[in-house]
């Protein structure tokens, strides 16, 4: 699975946080867009769940492509596969973000598992030293996204706790 912007692990030390809003997220995934279009013609869009669906499937209606997704374990074992659809068709793979690049290394193996035309990856932020076909932004600080901002805690919504101490350290940028 995707690991959310609060457990991927890193190589070095982030230099501030990034709290992305909507309207930045919603511009993020349009510069992804328009990236993939004057380089690429995919034919169908796969998200890697959980936080690749979202700007796959963005992406996908930007572009007026089929969507499908892609769940991984965090033991890194495929638990919803890519669908046969992507069989002989042009694929692009999405993800958040991408640190070492071991998810999506992964999720490229069972993709070309069913033989697609071709398959390209591209992510809203290059975090590490892995280097997609397509990124909107690179960027070195720690990500808060904003479907990842608040979580139900004892049946309130609240700011997800393990967000809270990045959120002190400064002002969002």
């Known amino acids: 699975m ?3 912007a609060g457990s991927r692990s890193r190589s070095k030390t982030p230099r501030g946080v990034l709290q992305v809003d909507w309207a930045f997220f919603g511009e993020l995934c349009r510069v992804l867009a328009l990236k993939v279009f004057r380089e690429y013609d995919p034919e169908v869009v796969i998200g890697i769940a959980k936080a690749g669906v979202i700007p796959g499937a963005v992406v996908a209606s930007i572009l007026q492509r089929d969507f499908a997704s892609i769940a991984i374990t965090p033991g890194g074992a495929v638990i919803a596969g890519p669908p046969r659809l992507v069989t002989g068709k042009r694929v692009l793979i999405v993800d958040e973000t991408c640190e070492s690049g071991s998810t999506m290394k992964l999720v490229l193996a069972a993709v070309r598992d069913q033989k697609p035309a071709e398959v ?5 932020f290059r975090t590490g030293a892995y280097k997609p076909d397509f990124f909107a932004l690179e960027n070195e600080n720690f990500i808060i996204l904003p479907w990842d901002l608040e979580v139900i805690v004892n ?6 706790p393990d967000y809270r101490e990045q959120l002190k350290e400064g002002p969002p940028r």
Do not use: F, P
């Open 120 to 124: 390209k990856t591209a992510v809203s």
């Open 2 to 4: 995707a690991q959310s």
């Open 155 to 160: 049946g309130e919504i609240v700011v997800r």
